[in-house]
Structures are given as C-alpha cells and as structure tokens.
T-cell receptor
Framework: NAGVTQTPKFQVLKTGQSMTLQCAQDMNHNSMYWYRQDPGMGLRLIYYSASEGTTDKGEVPNGYNVSRLNKREFSLRLESAAPSQTSVYFC?????????FGQGTRLTVV | DAKTTQPPSMDCAEGRAANLPCNHSTISGNEYVYWYRQIHSQGPQYIIHGLKNNETNEMASLIITEDRKSSTLILPHATLRDTAVYYCIVRVANWAGGFKTIFGAGTRLFVKA
C-alpha cells in the first residue's frame, strides 16, 4: 500500500514547454486533488475531482488542465509552462474524514 | 469553508507542551476543525480533527472553545521532529464529496533543544 504516488519528483522546464505531472493512489478513494505551494506560503487548490469522470476548478486553475484517467489516476498538465508556475505540486486523495498527500513534485520553469 | 487565523510562528522547548492557537470565528454548525502539519517540504500529514468536543489521539490533543470560534492544538511533549508548519482548517467533515479546502500559511513551530 503505497498511498499517493507522484512522478516525477523533480523537473526543470523551459518556458513554453509542456509536461504532465502524474498522480496515482491505491486506496480506492473517490476524490483527488492537485495543489501548488509557493515558497513560504500555504497550499492552493488548482483542480479537484470528486469522482471518476468529473473535474472542477479550484482557486488557481489558469494555465493548467487535468484528467481523471480512472479512479486511481489524476494527472495535471501544463500546456505552455511559464516561470510563474515554478512551485511544488502536491496531489492528494480523500475519503470521509481524512485526506492523504503525495510527497510532491518540485517544478522549476526557466 | 470558514477562514482561519493562526500566528505565523512559535517557539517551544523540547520536552515541553506546544500549544498552537487557531481562530475561526465564522465557523458554521456543520464544520469541523482539522489540523495538518507539513515537515520540511514533505506532503501535509493529518494530525487530528474535531467538531465541538475535545479530542485526543496518539499525536496530539485538540481543545475547542464552547462557542467554537477558536481552538488549540496541543503537542504534549514536543520533540525536535515536531518542527513543522501546522495548518488549522475548518470544513465540513466529508472530504469525499470533492469539497475544496483552502490551506492558509499556517504556524511555523520551531522546537528547540
């Protein structure tokens, strides 16, 4: 039981490049989330998925797209990366009263 | 979800109790108080949650005032490994409904030897 697994752990992109951050959970949770965390700040919700086949915008969705591929996987895509998207990205899944977080993807856009 | 207010930082001596306050004056009747912590740059870790009664588990105790407008997380015997950012969150209990959750800046707790 690995919990929430994110790949990659680190990534450097050039401005304008695209990439997809992968997230998978093995706890059979319905809800999954993507957050970003900028230095010295809390986590801000980018997108979430209440169940397989549904996605909704969070606080800061601009510049991102998501796909809930199946119940296990929820990916985050940057179509044209910008320096403002340099951040640490966390994926989470939840059931009932608790949410579980991955270890994060540290993304730098130069 | 109701907003919360926490001090930006606190210090605590190793072995002593760490008391982390949180104000949530706009909390609704069906909203719970949750605490998470984030050690260094790892993913946030669940600590405890409660509605109106005080709660205790192996990690911490949660004291909620009678009017529910504030609460205190207590780490009874803080260790150096408890140095982290602690987030107080107020929201409905059911995370599975896909509700948004806003994490603020939290309280940075420094446990000193």
């Amino acid at each position: 039981n690995a919990g929430v697994t994110q790949t990659p752990k680190f990534q450097v992109l050039k401005t304008g490049q695209s990439m997809t951050l992968q997230c998978a959970q093995d706890m059979n949770h319905n809800s999954m989330y993507w957050y970003r965390q900028d230095p010295g700040m809390g986590l801000r919700l980018i997108y979430y998925s209440a169940s397989e086949g549904t996605t909704d915008k969070g606080e800061v969705p601009n510049g991102y797209n998501v796909s809930r591929l199946n119940k296990r996987e929820f990916s985050l895509r940057l179509e044209s990366a910008a320096p403002s998207q340099t951040s640490v990205y966390f994926c989470a899944s939840s059931v009932n009263t608790e949410a579980f977080f991955g270890q994060g993807t540290r993304l730098t856009v130069v | 979800d109701a907003k919360t207010t926490q001090p930006p930082s606190m210090d605590c001596a190793e072995g002593r109790a760490a008391n982390l306050p949180c104000n949530h004056s706009t909390i609704s009747g069906n909203e719970y108080v949750y605490w998470y912590r984030q050690i260094h740059s790892q993913g946030p870790q669940y600590i405890i949650h409660g509605l109106k009664n005080n709660e205790t588990n192996e990690m911490a105790s949660l004291i909620i005032t009678e009017d529910r407008k504030s609460s205190t997380l207590i780490l009874p015997h803080a260790t150096l490994r408890d140095t982290a950012v602690y987030y107080c969150i107020v929201r409905v209990a059911n995370w599975a409904g896909g509700f948004k959750t806003i994490f603020g800046a939290g309280t940075r707790l420094f446990v000193k030897a």
